[in-house]
């Protein structure tokens, strides 16, 4: 369920390289780490990886960022349990020489992958909270959307078309990918905080729980427009729906044709009632929840 995240670790031996700011690569702790310079030639800080994880060290401060699922099973297009996390933090931790598990948590992310098509998912999303959807783009591909907080970032995005864009592997069907990134404030300064503080907290299980159920709720509170099956509308309905979503012809109406636009938006508002495929909407939403509740009991 994890992916993205960050953590920082505060270094209380260094290597004594990183101590006397040498200029040449160096091992640490299983790593090799390579100087980065500032404009006048001083060292500012050793970077290094671990798999598709992004390290660097400046001064004491140890920073480890990225995809933690992509580290243990090089893909987040599949589940990654709750199990499946203890394992990839576990041999995370084996590298260092230090508790990686008191380090402090900056950053994380939690998702779920459900088989299903852009048209019944991120492309019928209306607002969260107030805020509307902002389109992620492929130069002029739409393959997602997103909305952006102050302390979280909760995306829908075709998992297919990603994957093949930044990897070149071709999925056999199509994916979406439901995720909420956030950093610590949004999981703890609220009323009921969830207490994500240090790596430790990213394996109890009690708080994974919880940020599956923050995900889920999360999902449940965007507002989405009905899905709608075009094929078994009339072509007078399908312009009603066309004139009522657009932005302009609503004003035009509202404007100057007020009784005309009280009847339309009644006839409007019983066709909604009466064409939303519920039970399509209920079954996205029941797909969601079956990986939600497979990454907490796995």
Not at 4 to 12: D, S, Y
Not at 284 to 293: A, C, F, P, Y
């Amino acid at each position: 369920m994890y992916d993205t995240t960050k953590i920082v670790k505060l270094i209380n031996i260094l290597p004594k390289e990183a101590v006397a700011r040498v200029k040449e690569p160096f091992c640490w702790n299983n790593c090799l780490w390579l100087p980065r310079f500032n404009k006048y030639g001083e060292v500012t800080t050793y970077e290094s990886n671990i798999v598709n994880l992004k390290l660097w060290l400046r001064g004491s401060e140890l920073t480890i960022c990225n995809s933690l699922q992509k580290f243990y099973m090089q893909n987040n297009y599949k589940a990654f349990s709750y199990c499946q996390v203890q394992e990839a933090i576990s041999k995370l931790n084996d590298y260092f020489d230090f508790d990686l598990y008191s380090a402090e948590v900056k950053k994380t992310a939690v998702g779920v992958v459900i088989g299903e098509q852009e048209d019944n998912t991120f492309k019928n999303w209306l607002e969260y909270k107030g805020n509307k959807p902002i389109l992620m783009r492929n130069s002029t591909r739409i393959y997602g959307a997103h909305f952006k907080g102050t302390n979280y970032n909760i995306k829908g995005y075709d998992k297919k078309y990603q994957t093949k864009a930044e990897s070149n592997t071709k999925l056999s069907e199509s994916l979406i990918r439901f995720e909420l990134e956030a950093n610590s404030r949004h999981f703890n300064n609220r009323k009921h905080p969830i207490g994500i503080y240090t790596v430790a907290d990213l394996v109890n299980k009690s708080k994974f729980d919880a940020l599956a159920d923050e995900l889920l709720n999360i999902y449940d509170t965007i507002k989405k427009q009905p899905i709608i099956n075009y094929q078994e509308l009339k072509p007078k309905e399908i312009l009603l729906l066309g004139a009522m979503k657009d932005k302009d012809s609503f004003n035009g109406l509202k404007r100057h044709h007020k009784h005309s636009y009280k009847l339309l938006r009644k006839d409007y508002s019983k066709l909604l009632d009466s064409i939303a495929d519920i039970e399509l909407e209920n079954s996205i939403r029941s797909k969601v929840l079956e990986q939600i509740n497979y990454c907490k009991n796995n």
